[in-house]
Every structure is written in C-alpha cells, then in structure tokens.
C-alpha cells in the first residue's frame, strides 16, 4: 500500500486546477506583455486570476502580487519592508521557516537590522509579553510571525500580534503559507501589512504564488528588469501557474468547510488510535490539540528504539508510506529539525510529522499505525 502523508511539503493537485491550466498550454500562448490578440487574451486571464484572489480574500487586486511561491514572497516582503520603511529593527521568533530566518539573519549580517529572537516555551508558544517590550524598546521594527508552524501545527494569533504591531508602528508580515487555502483570510480587516502563498500547499501547481501587501505599505520591487505585476516583479509571468493558483484557491474556498471537517476527522482518528497502540507516545508542540493547532498537522514524538533510531523515516518509506522529519525544504539535510531543538525535544525520541489533506483517508491512517505498531514492536 502506498500512503502520502507529507502534506505540509506538497499537496496531489486537483484535476480541476489541472484542467484550468491546459488551454493556457495548448492555446493561450501569448506574452501577456504583447499588445496584440494573443498577448492581450493572456493578460486579462492573469487580471481576472488576481481579481479572484482578491475577492475571496478581502483585498483589492492592486495587492495582489504573483510570484514563484511562498519563499520569493516572504524575501520580498522582509527585505524590500525592511528598505522601503527604513526599519533598523526586526522581530521574529527561532521556529520561523528558513525562508523567514535565513532571510532575516541575511539582512543583519549586512549590517541591515538588529534580529530580535522571542522566547517559546516547551509547546513552541511565543512569549507576547517580551514582543511587546521589544516593540516599545524599538521603533522602526519589523515583526515576522508565522500564523501557523509547518512542523508543530501551532496557531499564531495575528490579530493579537498585529495589534500590538500597530500600537507599536511596525511592520508586521506573516508566513501564512500553511494556512492558505485551509483558513479565511479577511485582509481587509486582519491587521497584517503582508502575508504569502505557495499554490502546492492548497492543490495548486509547484512554483507559483502570491504576496499580498497592504495599500498604504507599499514597498519597491524585489526582482527587477520588468515593468510586470504592475512594476512590482520583473520577468514575463507564470501564465499557467497564475490560472492554477486561483483555481485552486477559489475551490479551496469553496470547499473549505467540508474539507476541515474530513482532515479533522482523520486527524482524531489517528491520534486515538497511535495512543492506544504505541505506550508513551507523545506530540510535539501543540499539534495533538486538535481544536488550537493546524488541522493538517500531527508532529508525534515516539518512545526510544535503538531498532528505529534515525532511520524511521527509511523504515516507513520501505513500507510504502510518505512522511516528514521537518520541513520539506530541509529534506536531505543530515542537521535536525530547528523547531524541535528550540523546543528542546528529547533527541532519543524520533520524531516524524504526519500532515493530512482531504484526499487521505482512514484507511492510510490505520495502515500507517500498524506499521508503526509492527517497527516498534521490534523492542518488545
């Protein structure tokens, strides 16, 4: 049996986004920057693609910008924010993806900023308190919090977090790649300056995405050598990937209700039967809180087994089943998890993130944990 249960890294497309996409590959060909028919057929697909996006998440379509995913869009937002507001400050937590740390300590190897880390505590919570001390004791920062972990599932509040950002006068953009497509954003009323998108997340296509910045936070291009995405990104467009990536979100929207109550599902499943089959297994952060985490997300923490230790990502592989020690964008990587180092987890116990989406089922589910179950069973 073959199980996909890395979710959080990538999500099976949908046919139907797949199908939005094909006449853009078999007939609609044009470069959208052509003036005539064929460029001009292309463009007005492009602007009605940025004209759903807008709509369905309360923004207008000026912006709405397209980009190869979620990781250009949070190097745009942090770099060109921190330049274009003259910010000598940054705030950001040590659980952020690598497209936000790496980006960030980048920026202060420059010379750019000064990087302020919050404190989290054993379950991965960001201390509020100290954010608001660093805010007050620093004017002109930048405050990058993720609304939810791809490892541990936890759920920022951005409407706490982008309150005091706004009390305080800083810029305040979120990795909300995780929660895309799963969640309504109404960024006409979220207090957020900036949030992103990567398209595969939420059964759209690879490469491709979007950033939002807020109308009265403008900042100046990242990519340039084009007068695309209304001078904001230079280069001629990801025609197919644009059309996919509203496809996908429209269908995401209207769908959502339906599709969070299937993955909860599972997700309640799994986690009742994994305690009752394995003793001592335990979650990491807040994932197995199923009604204050990611929905999509279950980081399980497993009792010692010299039999499995570091290799229980190869084990479940062998048995046919798709899972993740971390983040995708690390895969390969022999360096641990920096999410559960900075939550201290115990480094005899292995961890492994199963992440979910509506087209896993029970079934997967419970042939996942008699897997478990059986490697385990190693030590009895």
Known sequence: MKVYLDNAATTAMDDRVIESMLPFMRNHFGNPSSVHTHGREVRNAIEKSRKKVAELLNATPSEIFFTSGGTEADNTAIICGIESHGLTHAITSPIEHHAVLHTLEVCEKKGHIKLSMLNVDE???????QLEELLKANPKSLVSLMHANNEIGNINDLERIGSLAKEYGAFFHSDTVQTMGHYAHDLK??????????AHKFHGPKGAGFLFVRKDKKIHPFIHGGAQERNMRGGTENVIGIIGVAKALEIAY???????????????????KLSQEIP????NGLSGDVENSLYT??????????????????????????????????SGA????????ALNHQPERDAVRFSFSR????????????????LYAVEA
């Open 123 to 129: 379950k991965g919570v960001i201390d509020f308190q």
């Open 297 to 330: 997300v279950l980081n399980v923490s497993l009792p010692p087994s010299e039999a499995n230790r570091g290799m229980l990502l190869f084990n479940l592989d062998l048995a046919g089943i798709s899972a993740s020690g971390g983040s995708a964008c690390s």
């Open 189 to 198: 009323n979220l207090p957020v300056d900036a949030v992103v998108a990567g």
């Open 334 to 341: 022999t360096v641990g998890s920096h999410v559960l180092r």
């Open 280 to 283: 001592g297994v335990t979650f």
């Open 254 to 272: 209207e769908e959502m209700a339906e599709h969070q109550a299937q993955i909860v599902a599972v997700k309640n499943h799994f986690i009742k």
């Open 359 to 374: 087209f896993t089922t029970i079934d997967e589910v419970d042939y996942t944990i008699t897997q478990l179950k059986e």
